[in-house]
């Protein structure tokens, strides 16, 4: 097994991108036309998981730990929604962008330039986050099991990637790096995606349990995201610690 599961070409890539994180029109405006329909995914869950009254501040009091969390794209609505918000990053310069970002906007977030397993805090979250980031890792295994062990007893984490497929070839690679150029090229490798049957066998070995598993398809009519029943290509799951 692995020490670690820090990708080194994977972090220079994104490393050399984190400039960009916060422009809409930029190399990360797919993460940016994303993001209503994950936090959408997410804060439904989370209600009903923990039976949460408070619409405007659904979040109030949850502990959150967002993995391979970029300029914090995803980190910051959520600490707007009320929660206790930490990202780690395995990029020293995605985390610099991340502090400078939260700091103007003066949102009390920590960041951290670590990997999972290198995270060294006594605390565990009620919610963890590992969003478009098990494709990017070595040892999906060690990744997950190191982060399933900063997950509190009943917590719930939500895992979004891409499946193995050859429909996710051709749209994910060959349509969004070289026909629409959404990505730059080289953003994925297909042979790192990981199959929903593959991520829930080994969150079942990491004492995760899947609760739920929707796709992700792009509208391009109304130029938006949409959940759906089929997972074929982009996907997201919420798995609790059992």
């Known amino acids: 097994m692995a020490n670690n599961t820090?990708?080194?070409?994977?972090?220079?890539?994104?490393?050399n991108?984190?400039?960009?994180?916060?422009?809409?029109?930029?190399?990360?405006?797919?993460?940016?036309?994303?993001?209503?329909i994950r936090i959408e995914y997410i804060k439904n869950h989370l209600i009903k998981e923990f039976k949460i009254k408070n619409k405007d501040k659904p979040f109030l009091n949850l502990e959150i730990l967002d993995i391979g969390c970029g300029g914090g794209l995803l980190t910051e609505p959520m600490y707007r929604l009320g929660g206790k918000l930490t990202g780690i990053d395995a990029s020293k310069k995605n985390i610099t962008i991340a502090k400078i970002h939260a700091k103007k906007n003066n949102l009390k977030i920590k960041y951290f330039c670590c990997s999972p397993e290198n995270f060294k805090q006594k605390k565990k979250f009620d919610v963890i986050l590992n969003m478009e980031v098990v494709e990017h890792v070595d040892d999906l295994n060690y990744f997950i099991k190191s982060s399933a062990s900063l997950l509190k007893k009943n917590g719930i984490m939500f895992i979004a990637t891409l499946n193995k497929t050859l429909k996710s070839y051709f749209l994910a690679i060959i349509g969004a790096e070289y026909v629409l150029n959404w990505l730059p090229v080289g953003t994925h490798d297909w042979f790192k995606f990981v199959e929903p049957i593959k991520l829930e066998t080994v969150c079942k070995q990491n004492k995760l349990s899947l609760s739920s598993i929707k796709g992700l398809k792009y509208n391009v009519l109304q130029d938006r995201w949409e959940i759906n029943n089929n997972t074929d290509v982009n996907y997201i799951s919420k798995f609790k610690k059992i």
């Open 6 to 15: 820090i990708n080194k070409e994977e972090i220079e890539k994104f490393s």
């Open 17 to 36: 991108l984190a400039d960009e994180w916060w422009d809409p029109e930029g190399n990360f405006k797919p993460l940016h036309k994303f993001n209503p």
